[in-house]
């Protein structure tokens, strides 16, 4: 018995706690786990739209290469990415040469700001989820098509600038009633002006519809 008790202490003498360098390592590995088990769904929808959109852009300058799930407050620490409660509000990247179609579909979004780069395609018709966008600035890049109906079905919308696209056909006529400032300048829009926007809405602050292809009889 007198044996026994004695391994048991020395085998309690010689156990010796982990090494901190170890502890370090294993909190390195496993946060990031711990944190991605903790994100709420609406937040994981954030994250895998956003990492859609980058996956589809060229990025020569390697501006969003932070933009990564481990984060610790991701995606609202990401750059360019703004959140309210906990949510993805505004997407602000300009001016950092990137290239490739638009594709994102953040329900929550209230303001989108991707002027100056050298952004292609249509503008697609998923940006009319984004219900709550109250900002739009695609101006100064290589966009085509319509804008009809992406912008119609966004009621909230106060500004609206696309001006220096290769955007076409008539402007919309269904345009947000809310509209304060409008800028479709240096596009290829054809056909007439739009009743809601010649008829000088008392909201409307700013219209600017030069070097296009509108008619001036309204």
């Not at 501006?63 to 309210?84: F, H, I, K, M, N």
């Not at 056909?191 to 600017?208: F, H, R, T």
Request: charged share 15%; proline share 7%.
């Amino acid at each position: 018995m007198e044996k026994k008790k004695v391994a048991i202490k020395q085998n309690k003498e010689n156990s010796t706690p982990p090494h901190p360098a170890i502890v370090f390592f294993l909190l390195v590995i496993y946060e990031p786990l711990l944190s991605c088990a903790k994100l709420s769904a609406d937040t994981k929808d954030e994250i895998q739209a956003l990492n859609a959109f980058k996956l589809s852009l060229h990025d020569p300058l390697g501006a969003l290469t932070g933009w990564e799930p481990s984060t610790p407050s991701a995606p609202c620490d990401w750059r360019g990415v703004s959140c309210y409660n906990g949510r993805v509000s505004e997407l602000c990247i300009p001016r950092l040469h990137l290239s490739g179609a638009l594709s994102p579909q953040v329900a929550n979004l209230r303001k989108l700001s991707l002027h100056s780069n050298s952004l292609n395609g249509t503008i697609p018709i998923s940006l009319s989820k984004c219900t709550r966008l109250n900002s739009i600035f695609l101006q100064y890049n290589s966009f085509f098509g319509t804008l009809y109906p992406v912008v119609s079905n966004l009621t909230n919308l106060l500004v609206l600038n696309v001006a220096g696209n290769y955007l076409s056909g008539e402007i919309p006529g269904d345009l947000p009633k809310n509209l304060r400032f409008i800028d479709l300048s240096s596009n290829s829009f054809s056909g007439d002006i739009p009743k809601n926007v010649s008829s000088g809405s008392q909201l409307l602050q700013l219209i600017n519809l030069s070097y296009n292809r509108i008619s001036e009889e309204h």
